[in-house]
T-cell receptor
Framework: DAGVIQSPRHEVTEMGQEVTLRCKPI?????LFWYRQTMMRGLELLIY????????DSGMPEDRFSAKMPNASFSTLKIQPSEPRDSAVYFC?????????????FGPGTRLTVL | AQSVTQLDSQVPVFEEAPVELRCNYS??????LFWYVQYPNQGLQLLLK??????LVKSINGFEAEFNKSQTSFHLRKPSVHISDTAEYFC????????????FGQGTRLTINP
C-alpha cells in the first residue's frame, strides 16, 4: 500500500490567494483527519470525516478554511483567502474506524508558506 | 477536555546514553495514551500505545513507556539511544469513548550526539 498521499508537498503562495491541499487516504479506510502543525500551537486536529461525512470541525480556525470529502478516496482542505499566519505543515491521516481504537496513519504533510 | 504537557521541548543526549521524555496529561475521563515519532520531513508514526492491561508498553525498537494513573504521566524511556533515534516525539491522548480525536503535546525534539 502506498500509504496516505498528500499533494503538493510544498506550496508557496501570496497572501490573498486560494490554496487547495489534497489527500488520498489508505484504501479501505473510512475515516480521514486533517491536522495543522505550527511552532506556536503544535499539532492540532482541524476536522475529521467518517464515511465521507464531517464529524467534528471544531478545530477549523475560521470561515476561510473549508474541507470536503466528495468520495472515499479523496479529500481537500481549502484556504480562501490565505494569510501569512496560515503558514504551517498540514497533515492528513486516515484509519478504519470500527468503534474501537484503530491507529491513524499519517501522510508526509504539505508545507504551506504564505508570503 | 483533554490536554497534554511535554515538559521538555528539546533533549540532547549522547549516543548509547539513556533517555527519558516526559509526558503528563489532564483528563476528567479515562483515556488512551500514545507516543508518536516524527523523523525529519516525514509524517508521524505510532511508536507505542497504552489502551488497557499492563501499564508498561514497549516498542519494537527498544522504547518503553509506563502509564502512571496516579501521577497522570506516560513517560517514554530508552536505556541506550542510537543516532537513528534523532526525531521529534509527540505524546497524545484520546478519550476511550471517541478515540478518534487525538490531542497532542507540543513535542520533544530528541537530538543524539555521537
Amino acid at each position: 500500500d502506498a500509504g496516505v498521499i498528500q499533494s503538493p508537498r510544498h506550496e508557496v503562495t501570496e497572501m490573498g490567494q486560494e490554496v487547495t491541499l489534497r489527500c488520498k487516504p489508505i484504501s479501505g479506510h473510512n475515516s480521514l483527519f486533517w491536522y495543522r502543525q505550527t511552532m506556536m500551537r503544535g499539532l492540532e486536529l482541524l476536522i475529521y470525516f467518517n464515511n465521507n461525512v464531517p464529524i467534528d470541525d471544531s478545530g477549523m480556525p475560521e470561515d476561510r478554511f473549508s474541507a470536503k470529502m466528495p468520495n472515499a478516496s479523496f479529500s481537500t482542505l481549502k484556504i480562501q483567502p490565505s494569510e501569512p499566519r496560515d503558514s504551517a505543515v498540514y497533515f492528513c491521516a486516515s484509519n478504519q474506524d470500527s468503534g474501537e481504537y484503530n491507529e491513524q496513519f499519517f501522510g508526509p504533510g504539505t508545507r504551506l508558506t504564505v508570503l | 477536555a483533554q490536554s497534554v504537557t511535554q515538559l521538555d521541548s528539546q533533549v540532547p543526549v549522547f549516543e548509547e546514553a539513556p533517555v527519558e521524555l516526559r509526558c503528563n496529561y489532564s483528563s476528567s475521563v479515562s483515556v488512551y495514551l500514545f507516543w508518536y515519532v516524527q523523523y525529519p520531513n516525514q509524517g508521524l508514526q505510532l511508536l507505542l500505545k497504552y489502551l488497557s492491561g499492563s501499564t508498561l508498553v514497549k516498542s519494537i525498537n527498544g522504547f518503553e513507556a509506563e502509564f502512571n494513573k496516579s501521577q497522570t504521566s506516560f513517560h517514554l524511556r530508552k536505556p541506550s539511544v542510537h543516532i537513528s533515534d534523532t526525531a521529534e516525539y509527540f505524546c497524545a491522548v484520546s478519550k476511550i469513548q471517541g478515540a478518534q480525536k487525538l490531542v497532542f503535546g507540543q513535542g520533544t525534539r530528541l537530538t543524539i550526539n555521537p
